[in-house]
C-alpha cells in the first residue's frame, strides 16, 4: 500500500536508508522528492529516483487527547495557566510539513496529569502564534488577562506558555506593563515540541506550576531547564534574561546576576539570588501603552552612519544604539563618523539610548573621550548594564508616557523591575560552563 503524509516509513536508496514520517511535498519544493521528517527533528528531500524500496513501519494516527476530569483539591493552590503558542504548543502540520502551534492550556493539563498533583489548574488559551511574530500590541492583551488572574484571590500564580526566541522580550515587557505586580508571573516553554520523546516541555511545565505556586517572589520569571538534564529548572528574572543557544535544553541565563531560584520537578524551590520582591496583597494595574518606533541599531566596522539618518527621517521617536562594549561608536573618520548623526537625532529631540553588544558587564558615559563626546555633547543615554532588548522595550513602554527628553532620560535611568543592577555579579560569568558550577 502507498505511503500516506504521516506515516513512518522506511526508504532504502542507492546511497543510504532512511527512517522518518513522510511529509506532503510543500508547495514551494521541487518536484520529483519526497520529504521526510526524522526523528532528530530535520526535514530531508529524498530523490525519488534513487528510491529502492519504501516500507511503511507504522500509519499515521490522529493524536487523540482522551479527556479526564480532574477533581478540584482543595487541599492544593490554584495556579493560572495561559497558552500563547510557541514550540510547546506545537504539533506538526502534516500539510506544510512544518509545526504549528496548536496545543492550548488545557491540553497541557490533559497531557501531563501530574500537573494535578502540584496544584488545580485554570487553562485559558490567550492566542496561539510562534514568538517570532509576537507584537508589543501581544504583551498587553497577555498582560491584561495575567493582571485579571493576579487579581483573583483564588489564584496563587500564573503561569503562561510561550515560544522561547522572543520569550526574554516578552518577560521584560509583562514586568513593566503589570504594575503593583503581587504574585509570580511565570513564563515557560520548551526546545523541543511536546510530541517527541526528547521533549523538555514537561518538566518545564511541572516546574513552572510549582514555582507559580509556591515560590514567595512578586516577580515576572522564566523557568526553564537549568541543566542538560532533566534535573532542575531556573527562575530568571524578566529583564535579566535572555535566550543564550538556540538548541540547548537551558538556554535561558540569567546575565550579570545569579538566577532567582532552582526548582525541582519534586517540589522544592531552593533560593539563590534573594534580591527580589515578596508576593504582596495588592491591586495589580496594566500600563501597557507601547511606541512601537523605535530602531535597534548594531555598531559595527564599517558601518554607514546614514542608517540613523534614515530612521530619524522616517520619523522614528527613539533609537536603541547597540554599541560596542563600553559604548563606543566610530567617531574618528568623517565618513564613518556617527557624530553628525547623533547631532541630528539630538536636534529632532529623538532620544538615543546606548547598550552595549557584549551582553555583559555595563557601559560607561565618561572613560574614554569619545564616550564623553556621545553622552555629553549629544546626549545619548547610557543604560549600564541593561540589554539591548531590555532597552528596547522599556524605551517603547517610557515613550508612551512622555517623550520630553530630559524626563525620558530619567525613567530610562530609574531601576524598576531590577533591569540594571547596582554591580554586575561576577559570579555569573561565564555563563555557558555549566549552570552547576556558578552556584
Ligand atoms: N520559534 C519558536 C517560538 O519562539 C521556538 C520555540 O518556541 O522554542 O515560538
Redesign the pocket.
Known amino acids: 500500500m502507498k505511503p500516506s503524509p504521516g506515516d513512518t516509513i522506511k526508504i532504502a536508496t542507492t546511497e543510504a536508508t532512511f527512517e522518518g514520517i513522510l511529509l506532503q511535498r510543500p508547495a514551494l519544493f521541487e518536484p520529483g522528492f519526497i520529504v521526510l521528517k526524522l526523528d532528530n527533528g530535520y526535514n530531508i528531500g529524498i530523490e525519488e529516483k534513487k528510491i529502492k524500496k519504501i516500507e511503511t513501519i507504522k500509519q499515521y494516527e490522529m493524536p487523540i487527547i482522551k479527556r479526564k476530569e480532574f477533581k478540584h483539591n482543595p487541599k492544593l493552590p490554584t495556579v493560572a495557566i495561559l497558552s500563547t ?4 504548543s506545537s504539533r506538526i502540520d502534516y500539510k506544510t510539513g512544518g509545526v504549528i502551534a496548536d496545543y492550548t492550556a488545557d491540553d497541557f493539563i490533559q497531557m501531563c496529569p501530574e500537573l494535578a498533583e502540584v496544584a488545580n489548574m485554570k487553562a485559558k488559551k490567550v492566542m496561539g502564534i ?3 511574530d509576537l507584537l508589543p500590541e501581544d504583551w498587553k492583551k497577555m498582560a491584561e488577562f495575567i493582571a485579571e488572574e493576579l487579581n483573583n484571590k483564588d489564584i496563587a500564580g500564573v503561569v503562561v506558555t510561550h ?4 520569550m526574554h522580550y516578552t518577560a521584560a515587557a509583562l514586568h513593566f506593563f503589570l504594575k503593583n505586580i503581587n504574585k509570580p508571573v511565570i513564563i515557560t ?3 523541543r515540541s511536546i510530541d517527541r520523546g526528547s521533549t523538555d516541555a514537561f518538566m518545564n511545565l511541572i516546574c513552572s506550576v510549582t514555582a507559580a505556586a509556591r515560590f514567595d517572589g512578586a516577580v515576572v520569571a522564566t523557568c526553564l531547564h537549568g541543566s542538560t538534564n532533566d534535573d532542575y529548572c531556573i527562575l530568571n528574572r524578566g529583564g535579566r534574561v535572555r535566550k543564550m543557544h538556540t538548541a540547548r535544553r537551558d538556554a535561558f541565563q540569567s546575565i550579570d546576576e545569579l538566577p532567582l531560584a532552582k526548582v525541582f520537578p519534586g517540589g522544592s524551590i531552593e533560593v539563590i539570588n534573594t534580591a527580589y520582591k515578596k508576593r504582596a496583597d495588592v491591586k495589580v494595574e496594566v500600563e501597557g501603552a507601547f511606541e512601537k518606533k523605535i530602531a535597534i541599531i548594531e555598531v559595527f566596522p564599517g558601518m554607514d552612519p546614514g542608517v540613523i539618518n534614515f530612521y530619524l527621517d522616517k520619523g522614528f521617536k527613539g533609537i536603541i544604539l547597540n554599541a560596542t562594549a563600553l559604548g563606543h561608536v566610530p567617531t574618528v573618520f568623517p565618513e564613518y563618523s556617527l557624530m553628525d548623526a547623533l547631532q541630528y537625532a539630538r536636534e529632532k529631540k529623538v532620544p538615543v539610548i546606548v547598550s552595549s553588544q557584549t551582553i555583559n558587564g555595563r557601559v560607561h558615559p565618561f572613560v574614554y573621550t569619545n564616550l564623553r563626546k556621545l553622552s555629553i555633547e549629544r546626549d545619548c543615554i547610557f543604560v549600564e548594564d541593561m540589554l539591548p532588548e531590555v532597552a528596547y522595550v522599556k524605551l517603547g513602554w517610557v515613550l508612551a508616557k512622555t517623550q520630553d527628553t530630559k524626563k525620558v532620560k530619567e525613567l530610562m535611568l530609574t531601576n524598576y523591575i531590577g533591569e540594571i543592577t547596582e554591580r554586575s555579579d561576577p559570579r555569573a560569568y561565564p555563563f555557558d560552563h555549566g549552570i552547576a558550577k556558578k552556584h
Not at 85 to 88: A, E, L, R, V, Y
Not at 163 to 166: I, L, M, P
Open positions: 503558542g510557541g514550540t510547546i510562534m514568538s517570532e515560544g522561547t526566541d522572543t516553554g520548551s526546545q
